[in-house]
């Protein structure tokens, strides 16, 4: 089981990203997938989540109107749109799926069984 994030980059404020969470060895439609951040000194948090098997989906506050969770089950692939990007969505973003289907849990980091490894986020002018 492995999952691969990308995607990441160096933007300016107001610009846009679209990170990747691509699975193998099993397959995402099934399973609760989350992009959870996390910036120098503070906690890992859930910006969006997305229960497959319903699907319903979940966005932090700070990522409402902004940012887009979506699945390909054809590319077995977990897209997060970001546009008008900010300073503070500078972090260290992460993919993580977890065979529950309960979206009130999918924004627990403790809820996950796989992670895959960070893709750096920078909104600097």
């Known amino acids: 089981v492995q999952l691969q994030a990308s995607g990441g980059g160096e933007v300016q404020p107001g610009g846009s990203l679209r990170l990747s969470c691509a699975a193998s060895?099993?397959?995402?439609?099934?399973?609760?997938i989350g992009w959870f951040r996390q910036a120098p000194g503070k906690e890992r948090e859930a910006i969006s989540c997305i229960a497959n098997s319903n699907p319903t989906t979940y966005y932090a506050d700070s990522a409402k109107g902004r940012f887009t969770i979506s699945s390909d089950n054809a590319d077995n692939t977990v897209y997060l749109q970001m546009s008008s990007l900010k300073p503070e969505d500078t972090a260290v973003y992460y993919c993580?799926?977890?065979?529950?289907?309960?979206?009130?849990?999918?924004?627990?980091?403790?809820?996950?069984?796989?992670w895959g490894q960070g893709t750096q986020v920078t909104v600097s002018s």
């Open positions: 060895a099993f397959s995402l439609d099934h399973y609760g």
């Open positions: 993580a799926a977890t065979p529950s289907g309960i979206l009130s849990t999918l924004r627990i980091p403790s809820s996950y069984e796989h």
